[in-house]
């Protein structure tokens, strides 16, 4: 029988020498699920949009073990599963060896600075992971949690729904086929932010220090951000707008509305990162931002480079350029562009997608995909969030990886693609990238936005080291 390692086992030998990249025995990712056997699932984070991602996977899953900050969404889901063991921390959850004997899986759907330190743990006990986007907090927690779900062989999915999408499937398989020819720029646009961040909020004018609400674990909610007074503001929601705990618009948005063209057009690693940005300071996120990346050329495939738009400069909303709208709205017939979309520039045509998910993809070649559209290769689903969750359950008893579309080998890359941005936001000024070695090659100020520095006594993966 394959031994498992509790979290402080974990530590031990890591702290030894063997460093962030120990894996423990992944007795759960070993064992092939039979097709009627019942999974064992956590749920780490369960208020909010973990509310949601729990119930989901109660549907294919018996739920064992809940964890939140806040006794209020932890108590009403420890009603709803009353045989489930429940914690306000979740490094006690590693610390219960006996749970973790029967744990299959988890589901991670807590705030962004602190979605990789559980799913890593989970993955070195040879857990199956669910994590919400974005998959982590810096780029450099994108790689290693690519790294540690191939290493541990468990399967995985990241929560951007619009990947089950037929209408998104279906436009990949047709621009992947070549529909638009060699596609060259993408422009990817958004309404967020929709939460409180530069201009009203910089380290300028800061929320004010409140009382911590009755229920509410703050020293719990920090985990690895460094230690600071309660506000309102941050807890529960406005924390997204925060550098220390949130990844703003680009963070946010980019897994899904960016989502249709990463995948269609084989994005990895960019070459090089630019970013115009305004209200830039140490404690919140813009007021706006073009970015630019710029990828390099895949096989037969030319150099894409791709424009992300949030926020608004002296009032006005950032967008494409004016005659790639004009195009876009008159190919969908519309009167005007949408809040939150994508454009694709080919040498045959252009496609738009008037949609946070590309679920639905007007192309100028005359073709048109939605709900409607099955995919001819990739697997019909169409289930949204659901649809998510059931292919991640079926690639856990396959014992299959790559069944589960929105995998950390594939979310990783479109992850740390997009908080790249982030990092030349906060730089200032465009950088070299070298995505193999995870580094801003003539940047060295970059290093501390692609790798922060843990709080003591959250360093659980040796990841400061």
Partial sequence: MVRRFSRREVLAVSAAGLGYLYTAPAFSAERIQGANERLRVAGIGVGGKGSSDIDQAARYMEVVALCDIDERPLGEKAKKWPQAKTFHDYRKLFDDSALLRVIDAVVVSTPDHTHALPSILAMRAGKHVYCQKPLTHDVYEAHLMREEARKNKVCTQMGNQGTAANGLRRAVELIRAGELGDVTEVHVWTNRPIWPQAPKITDKNPPKPAPVPAGVHWDEFLGPAPERPYAQGIHPFGWRGFWDFGTGAIGDMACHTANMAFMALELEHPIHVSAEAGDVNPLTCPSYA????????????????????????????????????????????KSRLVDSGSILVGTKGLAYSPNDY???????????????????????????????????????????PELALANFDYAALLTA????????????????????????????????YVRRTYRKGWDLIGYNA
């Fill in 358 to 400: 590309g679920a639905e993809v007007y192309f100028s070649t005359g073709k048109k995909t939605n709900g409607m559209t099955p995919p001819e290769k990739l697997p019909v689903n169409n289930e949204n969030d659901v649809g998510q969750k059931r292919e991640w359950v079926e690639a856990i008893k396959a014992g299959k």
């Fill in 290 to 333: 073009h970015v630019v990346l710029k990828f390099p050329a895949r096989g037969n495939r030319p150099p894409v480079t791709v424009h992300w738009y949030e926020g608004q400069k002296n009032g006005v909303k950032l967008l494409p350029p004016e005659e790639l709208v004009k195009k876009a709205v008159e190919l969908a017939g």
């Fill in 417 to 448: 693609a997009f908080l790249l941005g982030n990092v030349a936001i906060r730089v200032g000024k465009g950088f070299t990238w070298d995505g193999v070695k995870c580094q801003a090659v003539d940047c060295p100020e970059a290093a501390q």
